[in-house]
């Protein structure tokens, strides 16, 4: 196995909140040590209940939160407390109502100093082959929710760097667009060779869309078991319905604890 | 489903006649409408009630049941005009009192805007003015006016600063509030791509908070035109305020109403030319 892409080595995270009758200790584990290697060009998913530090550790990564302990390493190179390092997309697109589709893409680069005219060239065929020919030139507020997301994920890609997080990024999507969507994710990422971390509730597409999905817990934040998904790509929709597939979403539904049995908290269980 | 149930035993049993003949007994009623006049049937109407108020003012000076020396007579007034135009300061008056609204206006905002803006900076500075700015807001600012022309004489600057100080307070609270009001993500998604402060600041911060400063144009234009008129009331040798208070101690009512007129057409210049900037800034920051 080559040298991992990225690394979360051991990463944890713990808030003081003085101490009650039921935490003598007074510290809350937002996020139990936690280690997640991916190499090159991966596309892994991470899955989990609310509150279980999944942004926790997106912001980590992306050098916006200081972990209390462990380290990220990105390349080798010990990245923790580094912003710019990774792109993120955050829930939200975030689009700047100011600013043109064009414009709004291009942000990363203008942030690293790309002379605009430069990294406007750089983004318009981009925005023409990936599903935004025509919008190029309008405000934000004239898309409609799918097309943000598009938008705002090519905003990620052109800040150009090899690792990607994507927080939810189809979560607020009808259910027809986001397969839309998630076909044109898997295009965009075998197009760039990405390394992809990637959030979502929906087990189902962490599953279609991924290599590995991480299974989170909460009380605290952890990985609980890591899954590979050995179905052959490229993926048709038809195989959320094969045997292998059905075989890994009962096990994730399981271990999400959605039928209200086996995994509980830790600090209960002690 | 509701009508068919109470329909069904409407005719069998008496309990629920009663019920529903109490029900009959509700009074019927219709929506309430209301018919919009054509716009020159108000136009008509606007322009009446004017003119008849004039008339109405002219002949009961001249009939003697209104008293003239108060009140003065529209012909006087009119006539006033006219000498004020031609013989009198109007023009300087004019000027004097444009000048300093419209300095006071520009000092009094952008200062404003900015220091609301400064507020992003530091959240430790932030705490420690934002106190002293609230208690300046609580002041009357108009009862430090004496105060301000003492120190700043009886010329152009003193009116600039009362006007600077009634604006410099509304736009930097409403300029804060957009600071506040800042999506804490769009600052995450900005240094996730290896932003710096200053970065942020001009591509977020500022136009984030542009609308906030555009909204509260109109008001200081208004309030600035407060502001130098009371700094003339005060001590001035020039403006429409002066005119005002002149002509009051003189009992040149006439020259009064004549000033006040020339003021309030000058007021609502000034707002419409104001309306129309934040029109054309609106569209231009796009929010």
């Given amino acids: 196995m080559p040298a ?37 060009g991966r596309f892994v998913s991470l899955i989990g209940p609310s509150g279980c530090g999944k942004s926790t550790i997106f912001n980590i990564i992306a050098g916006l939160q200081e972990p209390t302990g462990g380290k990220v390493i990105i390349d080798d190179v010990d990245a923790t407390g580094t912003i710019g390092r990774v792109g993120y997309m955050l829930q939200k697109d975030l689009l700047l109502p100011w600013r043109t589709v064009l414009d709004n893409v291009i942000l990363g680069m203008e942030i690293q100093g790309v002379p605009l005219a430069e990294a406007r060239a750089r983004a318009l065929p981009l925005l023409q082959r990936y599903g935004l020919a025509g919008f190029e030139y309008l405000y934000p507020s004239a898309l409609s929710g799918g097309m943000r997301q598009r938008a705002a994920l090519l905003r990620t890609l052109l800040f150009d760097t090899d690792v990607i997080l994507l927080d939810e990024p189809f979560g607020a999507l009808d259910a027809q667009t986001k397969l839309q969507m998630q076909e044109w994710l898997l295009q965009l990422w075998s197009d760039f060779s990405k390394t992809v971390l990637f959030v979502t509730h929906d087990v189902e597409e962490a599953i279609y869309l991924s290599d590995e999905v991480h299974v989170m817990a909460t009380r605290p934040g952890r990985i609980i078991e890591t899954i590979p998904v050995p179905l052959p790509r490229p993926r048709q929709r038809t195989s959320a319905l094969t045997p292998d597939f059905l075989a890994i979403k009962e096990r994730c539904l399981t271990l999400l604890n959605v039928n209200g049995a086996a995994v509980r908290p830790i600090d209960e269980a002690a | 489903m509701s009508v068919q149930d109470t329909a069904a035993p409407l005719a069998s049993t008496p309990t629920v006649r009663t019920e529903t003949s109490g029900r009959a007994a509700r009074p019927l009623r219709k929506l309430p409408v209301q018919r919009d006049w054509p716009t020159w049937a108000l136009v008509i109407t606007q322009v009446g009630i004017l003119v008849g108020a004039i008339a109405f003012w002219e002949i009961g000076a001249r009939a003697g049941w209104i008293d003239a020396f108060f009140w003065s007579q529209p012909s006087a007034i009119f006539n006033t005009l006219i000498i004020f135009f031609t013989a009198g300061d109007a023009w300087t008056d ?122 509260v144009l109109r008001v200081n234009i208004g309030l600035a035109l407060t502001g130098a008129i009371v700094g003339e009331f005060i001590a001035s040798q020039h403006g429409l305020g002066r005119a005002i208070l002149y002509a009051g101690q003189t009992y040149d009512i006439a020259l009064v109403w004549v000033a006040v007129l020339v003021l309030s057409t000058l007021a609502v210049a000034m707002y419409a030319a104001v309306s129309w900037l934040e029109s054309v800034l609106r569209k231009g920051v796009r929010q």
């Avoid at chain 1, 892409?5 to 937002?30: E, Q, R, W, Y």
């Avoid at chain 2, 609204?101 to 530091?122: C, M």
């Fill in chain 1, 4 to 40: 991992p892409k990225l690394c979360v080595d051991n990463v944890s995270m713990t808030f003081k909140t003085g101490p009650t009758s039921d935490n003598p200790a007074g510290i809350f584990h937002a996020l139990a040590p936690v280690t997640v290697a991916i190499p090159q």
């Fill in chain 2, 94 to 215: 004019i000027g004097f009192t444009f000048r300093s609204t419209i300095l006071g206006f520009l000092i009094g905002t952008t200062a404003g805007s900015l220091l609301g803006l400064s507020f992003w900076w530091s959240r430790n500075y932030a705490a420690i003015v934002q106190p002293y700015i609230i208690c300046f807001e609580s002041i009357p600012k108009l009862a430090l006016a004496p105060l301000i022309v003492l120190v700043f004489g009886i010329g152009l600057p003193s009116k600039v600063a009362i006007a600077c100080a009634l604006t410099i307070v509304v736009s930097t609270l409403t300029t804060y509030a957009g600071v506040k009001a800042l999506d804490p993500d769009g600052e995450k998604l900005f240094y996730s791509l290896g932003a710096t402060r200053m970065q942020v600041f001009r591509k977020l911060v500022v136009p984030a908070c542009l609308p906030w400063i555009i909204s």
